[in-house]
């Protein structure tokens, strides 16, 4: 068997049937189980890799040729794959929790066997097409049957469509870049091109005005699901292209563009997350300041360190975010709206939700000891040894997501006096929360034990990982 | 002669474009979607094997299909945008204007993409434009719908003077027609909601 059929072909198979069995919580228990053996599949046997089990040799065949092209998962992506189909199986195991597994589960599965096709496609280029497949498949999933699409989704339909158009014509041009003599009005045409693509794909300000609408209009664990698996693979396109295009990789220009890009979008997102007064658009700007930080990761001059913090967000960003809009999930079913004047005083209904909202949030601020605290703050030193004004905006974006962390809090325990303390999660959804919470502690106290899974991460990239 | 029939072609687009962005009746602007993708069909069929160019005109033509059947089933969405100038003087009066500005920038773009003739850009560009302007003057999913099918096959029929790779031409079309049917599933969305 070839690895394309087995991390695509399977997934995508599985997703179609798992949309029509009848149960949610067998759908939730078959997703999660088939995404962790994906992983430990990739962990045990990487493709292109020959294993000895006893005295059976497997060997799983990286390439499979599609109508005349490569489809190719080697031996460099198999990081990508532990960790993407680890992330899809704590997501899928959520919804337990949140009650949204025939579209969560079903749907996210075709989405993430897209996404993974977009990573194994070659020549890499055509990813952008996978993207926007996946991306067509992620509209149902944002808005199931029964709900009405607003404008936030036709919104992402939009921006996201927008984006392969731009990346496949400035792959186009920069090929020949690469191969003729430089031609400086070609490569500023390309780099325009390219620079308007991702800003799409990657929803970096001012084309994120989508986001805040989504999260505001669909379910918190779909958009949230959904805004934690797309960037990252937006993000591993966008390597591509700078492991790729040499003249992209050495360019002096780049790390000031995406400095500048990231600390637009991370401010911007951290001041205005300050002042919502409603969950789903918190975690909305929480997200677009993720990638602000991940552009600011990328734009550091020595790009080994810039890749290791990059790589090292990725689980402590899905582990917050899940636990974020699971807890979410669990209040709006109380309250009905996601509103603040809707949850005041639900701490003591729901003291291990609005603990997940409030530790969550912190974590995605860069609290200490919480999960991303080791790694922002190494970005912060790195960036404060460039300049003090990054520095300083990095602090003031990560204040701003502080306040609101604290302001949620205050809403949450704006109780009348007397008020029984009770806990009316259901058990599932306790577990899921406490899990998640020891896992944002675990990580933030201990981040060297995702060390042997994600440093081998950049050896995905020829040049980049070197 | 074959330069005088692709700027016929052209015209035909300009004709089918601009009909979408001002007609208001959902089975106009479903024919005049199919007589998008026969023009479109044409300008690509200089570049690809005609087999390929087919495929796109069939796709297309499967996506008009798609939204036209949902109309057909959803109930009768006569989306009241809530933007102001909504009348059709004003929606010709911006397609004029944008036409303005591609048959001004066609020239010099063609210079960007060789293989690419100067009706193909222009054809594309006019696409893409009145595409855009469609988008945004809209907030109903079947004309989003309308005009990311129209700005994609802009884009399209550019990228097919440069591209003629089996397996994009594949990918592309499976957009398009999941394109139409994501559009066709927030039409039923939307119809349903509305619905008494």
Known sequence: ?466 | MASALSWGVVFLLIITSVGLLVSREWRWSMALLAGQYFAAFWLVSLHWPLTMAAAKLITGWMAAAALGMTQINAREYQSGEASWPQGRVFRLFSAGLVLLAVFTTSPSVTDWLPGAGLPDVTGAFTLISLGLLHLGMTASPLRVTLGLLTVLLGFETLYAAVENSILVAGLLSAVTLGLALAGSYLVILTSAEEAP
């Open chain 1, 1 to 466: 068997m070839t690895a394309p059929v087995i991390w695509i072909g399977i997934p995508l198979g599985l997703a179609a049937l798992l949309f029509i069995l009848p149960r949610e919580r067998l759908i939730a228990y078959i997703g999660t189980l088939v995404a962790l053996a994906l992983a430990g599949i990739a962990y045990w046997i990487p493709p292109g890799t020959a294993q000895r089990i006893g005295a059976l040799s497997l060997l799983i065949e990286p390439s499979l040729s599609v109508l005349g092209r490569q489809i190719t998962l080697d031996s460099g992506d198999q990081t990508l794959l532990i960790l993407v189909y680890g992330i899809a199986a704590f997501w899928f195991f959520g919804t337990l929790a949140t009650g949204q597994a025939r579209q969560v589960v079903s749907l996210g599965l075709a989405v993430i066997a897209l996404l993974v096709a977009s990573l194994a496609v070659r020549p890499f280029l055509y990813a952008a097409l996978l993207i926007e497949m996946a991306v067509l498949v992620a509209v149902p999933l944002l808005a199931p049957p029964g709900s009405r699409p607003g404008r936030g989704l036709l919104r992402f339909l939009i921006h996201q469509t927008f984006a392969m158009p731009f990346i496949l014509l400035a792959g186009f041009l920069l090929s020949g870049v690469e191969a003729g003599p430089a031609d400086v009005a070609q490569i500023v045409q390309s780099a325009l091109l390219l620079l308007m693509g991702f800003a799409f794909l990657l929803a970096v300000f001012p084309l994120n005005t989508w986001i805040p609408l989504l999260a505001e209009e669909s379910s918190p664990y779909a958009v949230g699901f959904i805004l934690t698996i797309l960037p990252t693979f937006g993000l591993v396109l966008a390597l591509n292209f700078i492991d790729r295009f040499s003249w992209l990789r050495n360019s002096a220009q780049l790390p000031s563009i995406l400095q500048t890009v990231g600390l637009t979008t991370l401010v911007t997102a951290g001041i205005w997350a300050a002042f919502q007064r409603h969950l789903g658009r918190i975690v909305a700007y929480a997200i677009i300041a993720e990638t602000g930080v991940s552009l600011l990761a990328l734009s550091l001059p020595d790009q080994q360190i810039g890749l290791q913090i990059l790589f090292y967000l990725f689980i402590p960003r899905a582990l917050a975010l899940g636990v974020w809009t699971i807890s979410i999930t669990i209040l709006q079913r109380r309250a009905g709206d996601l509103r603040f004047s809707a949850f005041q005083g639900l701490a003591r209904e729901y003291p291990l939700a609005c603990a997940g909202i409030v530790f969550a949030n912190l974590a995605l601020s860069g609290a200490p000891l919480l999960a991303a605290f080791p790694i922002r703050q190494a970005l912060w030193e790195n960036l404060a040894g460039q300049s003090l004004w990054p520095a300083f905006w990095f602090g003031l974006a990560s204040l701003g997501l502080w306040v609101i962390a604290l302001r949620s809090l205050a809403v949450f325990t704006m109780f009348p006096e007397n008020t029984e303390w009770t806990s009316l999660e259901t058990w599932p959804q306790r577990i899921l929360i406490i899990l998640g919470l020891l896992g944002l502690f675990a990580l933030g106290l201990f981040p060297q034990w995702a060390r042997p899974l994600l440093s081998n991460l950049p050896a995905m990239f020829e040049y980049l990982g070197k």
